[in-house]
Structure formats: C-alpha cells, structure tokens
C-alpha cells in the first residue's frame, strides 16, 4: 500500500494554525517554497539538458546513415525512443512555463519538441492537459479519466460489451501492451483536433503553423528512414520506435493517478482547495537521479501539480516541505516504490474490470 509520511511534530502548530484561523491551506506551503526560491527558472538546465538531446537524436541519424540499409540498424530505435520521451517532456515543461517565464519562447520551444520532433499537436495537448491539471482525477471532468479504451471506475463499465468489454475484463493485463499504441495515438489525435472545427485550435494563424510543423515531421521522418534504409526496414523501424516510445510515457504517466482518490466520489470533492484537490489524487514514485530522468520529474507529481510552474530539477528540493505542509495538516501525502506503483495502479485497473469478469471488486 502507499506510504503517508509523517511530520515531525515541531512544525504542525504553524499549520494547524492556518487551518484554524480558516484560511488557505496551499498559501504557507506557496510562501515557502517561494521563500525558498523553488519558482525560480532554470533555463541553463533545461539549456544543457535540450542540446544533448539534440545531439542524441542526431547521432541516431548519424549512426542510421552509417549502418545503411541493413536490419542491424533496428536497435538504434532503442536510444531514439528514450531521446523522444525527452522531448516528450520537454514539450510539457515548456507547456507549463517551467523553463522560462516567456510566453513566446515557451511556444517555440513547445511547438519545435512537440510538433517538429514528435508529431503532437501543441494546442491539443495543452487543452486537454490543462483540463487535467485543473480537476485531476474527477470522471467528469478530468479527460485523463474519461471512460474510453481504458475505463477507472466501475460505473463506467455499464454496458461495455464486444471488444469494449472484453479490453475492460482484462484491462489490467492488457495495459502496457495498449501503451505501444500511445506514440501513434498521440499523432492521430492530435491530427484530428486539427482539423476539427470545434477543436482547440481557435486561432487560424496557429492553426497554419502547428499543420505545417507536423506536415513537416510526418515528411521528414519518412523521407530520413525511406533513404537511410530499405521501406520494409523503415517500416519496422518506425513501428519499433513508437511502440517503445508509447510504453515509455505509459510507464511515465500511468502510476500517477490511478488508484489515486477521485474528487467526484465525496459530496464536498468539488469544494476542495487547491493543495487538497492536488495532493488527494496524486502519487509520489520514490527513487534516485535515475528514476527522475527516466520519468521526467513526473515521479514528483505531488508537488508538480501544487507547483505547475516550477522548473523540473527543483521538484524534488521542494519536496521535504510539501510532505512536512500535508503531515502538520492531516493530509495524506502518496509515495510508494517504482515497482509498487504500478502495482496500485495495475490493480485498480483490474478491480474495476471485476463486474465484467464476473467477479466481486475487493
């Protein structure tokens, strides 16, 4: 089960105070960790961090122009898919200002990560992200948690039948190996939203240059393999490089809210403040510097959702004050094991499937 650190009893009076005298619980924790210089950007990290992503990703390039056509050119699809997690993230860190308080050149590097390098609509991402952010973990609310291939609570599997059902029985087991469907999805719907009229894409400036930013990665990418390497070689490169970048980010995001508290299931849930409403329904994964690379810093999702803004290496140094805020107030604060989360994650994705099997949810 997860893991609710507790305070040491010295700091509980300053919020208990807090509480008492009725005001917000989430503004001593946000003076603090102002106080502490934790908002503040880092762009020489996020700077250093770009240009040896770039610089793998060209070397991937290099390697492929070297090998040529030849299957022995397939496991370059391995690195490729961590460098484009990294991209991934970077395309996030922007979309939430965390590099730098530019709103423009958040945009350009968001739409050069997200567009360009991986073939995801900026805009469409940050409409449904931001929906996220602002009611994690609420059915109706929150599109992370719709019911769609994936259902995560047990009222959503009512009347799931045919594949719908069968993918909802055994949606546990079945979870990473839809994760390899993730990197393609990303692109379709991303596509899609584009060219919906009633999509998020309100601005027709915006909407021309996101079109040809990902016009130009679906041509570029294809023009790169289908001359480096053989079309049946390109095609399973490009399958390889997808699937292992979905599972990737499904590795990345899936642990986070699962199994997590839904504000929709209390009568007050809509009610909750800010550090509540964020704290409740996310998890904490516990780990080194490896596990911070190797999930983005979203292994600090307690404190990325309180701290949208806050730069991702400063994640884990607000940390210490975050769990002591929760504990001096009674607030359950989730950290759990790599290992273990997916565990907590896996498992409520097979209790909720339980009806459809047949059997009693525990």
């Not at 958040?106 to 050069?112: E, G, T």
């Not at 992200?129 to 599109?143: E, G, Q, S, T, V």
């Not at 240059?209 to 023009?223: D, I, K, T, W």
């Given at each position: 089960m997860s893991q609710a650190t507790v305070l040491p009893?010295?700091?509980?009076?300053?919020?208990?105070?807090v509480r008492a005298r009725g005001g917000s619980e989430f503004t001593p924790l946000l003076r603090t960790v102002r106080e502490q210089g934790l908002l503040e950007h880092r762009p020489g990290w996020y700077a250093r961090g770009i240009v040896v992503n770039l610089l793998g990703i060209a070397a991937?390039?290099?390697?492929?122009?070297?090998?040529?056509?030849s299957w022995w050119a397939l496991p370059l699809a391995v690195p490729l898919a961590l460098f484009s997690a990294r991209a991934a993230f970077v395309g996030h860190d922007a979309g939430h200002a965390?590099?730098?308080?530019?709103?423009?050149?958040?945009?350009?590097?968001?739409?050069?990560?997200a567009n360009l390098l991986l073939g995801m609509s900026r805009e469409w991402w940050n409409d449904k992200?931001?929906?996220?952010?602002?009611?994690?973990?609420?059915?109706?609310?929150?599109?992370d948690v719709a019911a769609d291939i994936l259902v995560f609570a047990e009222h959503q599997t009512a009347g799931r039948?045919?594949?719908?059902?069968?993918?909802?029985?055994?949606?546990?087991?079945?979870f990473f190996p839809l994760t390899t469907l993730e990197g393609i999805a990303l692109k379709v719907y991303g596509v899609q939203a584009l060219l919906a009229k009633d999509g998020p894409h309100r601005d027709g400036r915006e909407r021309i240059?996101?079109?040809?930013?990902?016009?130009?990665?679906?041509?570029?990418?294809?023009?790169l393999l289908l001359t480096l390497l053989t079309p049946a070689q390109a095609l399973v490169f490009a399958l390889v490089h997808q699937m292992l970048l979905g599972v990737h980010l499904g590795m990345a995001f899936a642990p986070n809210h699962k199994g997590m508290d839904r504000p929709d299931e209390h009568a007050d849930g809509d009610s909750w403040g800010h550090l509540r409403r964020q704290v409740l329904t996310s998890r904490n994964i516990r780990g080194g510097a490896l596990t911070d690379w190797f999930l983005g810093g979203l292994n600090y999702q307690v404190e990325h959702h309180l701290f949208p803004s806050m730069p991702r290496p400063n994640l884990r140094l607000a940390q210490p004050a975050v769990?002591?805020?929760?504990?001096?107030?009674?607030?359950?604060?989730?950290?759990?094991?790599?290992?273990?989360?997916?565990?907590?994650?896996?498992?409520h994705l097979r209790e909720v499937g339980a009806p459809l099997r047949g059997e009693d949810a525990e």
């Open positions: 009893p010295a700091a509980a009076p300053a919020a208990a105070s991937v390039a290099a390697g492929l122009a070297l090998i040529g056509p965390q590099i730098t308080p530019n709103r423009k050149a958040s945009r350009i590097l968001q739409l050069v990560h992200h931001n929906r996220h952010h602002a009611h994690p973990n609420h059915l109706d609310k929150d599109p039948t045919g594949l719908r059902g069968f993918l909802t029985r055994h949606q546990a087991w079945l240059v996101e079109g040809a930013l990902l016009l130009a990665h679906f041509a570029g990418h294809a023009a769990r002591a805020h929760c504990a001096a107030l009674g607030v359950p604060y989730t950290e759990t094991g790599f290992v273990d989360s997916y565990r907590q994650a896996l498992g």
